[in-house]
């Protein structure tokens, strides 16, 4: 019987200790996707009330071919940058892992940027990149690497791309670097002197022992790191607004342009849901990658 009891009370202190979490989703989370998917079935446009039209909304950008575009060019931003920021992450990582002073403050000194606004990182590399003040122009121009100044940024799709990446780079890229440090000082110290003993190279060491130990880190960060590109609209709206042309508008800056200045925020609704189901069709990959590197 006092067990039976303990038993029940042990099951409501945990639903207690489990509610603010489950109000937190509920409020921020389920509610809000709920309400996506309502907009996303009528046609609203905050001036006039809501219509329903059922799934006219996803007819309607399944033939959308801006919306493909910026899509397409979204996914090639993401593929672009995500080995860059996984590869240069971990290879710092590999380089600054032991706690030594000097190691100590490059770490530090990688990882200031990810404390910056990516507004305020946006705007900072806006003006880098001005053809007139930019000091970027100014390097490759006392190098001899440019015959002129180059206009990085709205005017050619590739260059606007590249010079985003780089701007991103340097400020995401501090990130990855230290969730890579934590999973590699992780590691049991006799596993490493072990396979010290054992004659391996540095090399063999990282891709026969750190690699395979680290392997669901550098998942889960690639999974963050893909969410964070596919849902890229600061560094875009600020560094070239889309231009030329909308061929640099990414797929949440498309949205965020049917949603509020053409205030059709049923449709913008309905492009959020398919953009919602790639970056979940993605997660589920990752939780397969996981779980089968764990097996």
Do not use: C
């Amino acid at each position: 019987m006092v067990a039976s009891h303990m038993r029940r009370r042990g099951r409501f202190v945990g639903l207690a200790y489990l509610t603010p979490a489950l109000l937190f989703v509920l409020a921020f989370t389920v509610y809000p996707l709920g309400q996506m998917v309502w907009m996303s079935l009528h046609n609203w446009s905050l001036i006039t009330p809501p219509t329903y039209v059922g799934l006219d909304n996803y007819e309607r950008a399944f033939a959308d071919k801006q919306f493909w575009t910026s899509f397409l060019f979204t996914l090639k931003y993401t593929a672009i940058i995500t080995p860059i920021l996984i590869v240069g992450g971990y290879l710092l990582a590999l380089l600054v892992s032991a706690n030594t002073a000097l190691r100590k403050v490059t770490r530090t000194v990688v990882f200031v940027p990810v404390v910056i606004g990516l507004g305020v990182s946006s705007l900072l590399w806006y003006w880098l990149f001005s053809t007139d003040f930019g000091i970027i122009n100014r390097i490759l121009l006392d190098l001899g690497l440019i015959d002129g100044p180059v206009l990085w940024l709205g005017v050619d799709a590739d260059t606007s791309n590249w010079a985003i990446i780089a701007s991103v780079t340097w400020k995401v890229i501090g990130f990855g670097m230290l969730l890579f440090v934590g999973a590699i000082q992780a590691i049991p110290r006799e596993v490493t002197e072990a396979s010290m003993v054992d004659g391996a190279r540095f090399g063999q060491r990282v891709f026969h022992v750190i690699l395979p130990l680290t392997m669901r880190t550098i998942l889960l960060v690639t999974l963050v790191s893909v969410i964070g590109s596919l849902l890229a609209f600061d560094q875009f709206y600020i560094m070239t607004a889309g231009q030329p042309q909308n061929e640099t508008a990414t797929s949440v800056f498309y949205v965020y342009l049917n949603s509020f200045p053409y205030l059709k925020l049923g449709y913008g609704a309905a492009l959020s849901m398919v953009l919602a189901l790639t970056i979940l069709a993605f997660t589920v990959v990752q939780l397969l990658l996981t779980r089968r590197s764990s097996a």
